[in-house]
T-cell receptor, first 115, second 116 residues
Framework: QQQVKQSPQSLIVQKGGISIINCAYENTAFDYFPWYQQFPGKGPALLIAIRPDVSEKKEGRFTISFNKSAKQFSLHIMDSQPGDSATYFCAASSENSGGYQKVTFGTGTKLQVIP | EADIYQTPRYLVIGTGKKITLECSQTMGHDKMYWYQQDPGMELHLIHYSYGVNSTEKGDLSSESTVSRIRTEHFPLTLESARPSHTSQYLC???????????????FGDGTRLSIL
């Protein structure tokens, strides 16, 4: 059962355009939503993260929009650059009182920014 | 910033061999994880540890085993490698939240394993 659904699977954007990647989750216990960026031959690296008490977080050209009622969150990359070409993973995690942290990753979006 | 190291980066080996993939982190993180990932595809958790002498199996069934004798070291072992084990293996670590909620995971660059 895929608890975090990510779309699109691949995305081609012109340099300077806006890249938008969407994720939807089902488990209302999730309380932390990070996005990871992965380049070929490298491990995923944290890009930006949000907690459900805010609806938007911006860091430079990267913005997360969070809709708690719809159980959806999205990554917006403004002024997309060829160097942004990578695979992006959304994730959602929750932690119980015993300290067990459950992280579920989306299936990934391969972004290609063309000059 | 967390530093987490995996060795070897690439390994091509024959069927039946015993393999150990190394993972070390220098940040003193209590939590460590092993994921299996086909290149560019989703990550599947195969093992995790919340501290020394603590290991648990993840969501994806795996024939591998892990150990956590020291905080900084979390090796993964395959007793008898098979072609079906061919994949990329990623190690990660994270801080204990200390009341601040979930923390991000810091990943190594992975070991790409090919079993002939």
């Amino acid at each position: 059962q895929q608890q975090v659904k990510q779309s699109p699977q691949s995305l081609i954007v012109q340099k300077g355009g806006i890249s938008i990647i969407n994720c939807a989750y089902e488990n209302t216990a999730f309380d932390y939503f990070p996005w990871y960026q992965q380049f070929p031959g490298k491990g995923p690296a944290l890009l930006i993260a949000i907690r459900p008490d805010v609806s938007e977080k911006k860091e430079g050209r990267f913005t997360i929009s969070f809709n708690k009622s719809a159980k959806q969150f999205s990554l917006h990359i403004m002024d997309s650059q060829p160097g942004d070409s990578a695979t992006y993973f959304c994730a959602a995690s929750s932690e119980n009182s015993g300290g067990y942290q459950k992280v579920t990753f989306g299936t990934g979006t391969k972004l290609q920014v063309i000059p | 910033e967390a530093d987490i190291y995996q060795t070897p980066r690439y390994l091509v080996i024959g069927t039946g061999k015993k393999i150990t993939l190394e993972c070390s982190q220098t940040m003193g993180h209590d939590k460590m994880y092993w994921y299996q990932q086909d290149p560019g595809m989703e990550l599947h958790l195969i093992h995790y540890s919340y501290g020394v002498n603590s290991t648990e199996k993840g969501d994806l069934s795996s024939e591998s085993t892990v150990s956590r004798i020291r905080t900084e070291h979390f090796p993964l072992t395959l007793e008898s490698a098979r072609p079906s084990h061919t994949s990329q293996y990623l190690c990660a670590s994270s801080e204990s939240p200390g009341g601040s909620g979930n923390q991000p995971q810091h990943f190594g660059d992975g070991t790409r394993l090919s079993i002939l």
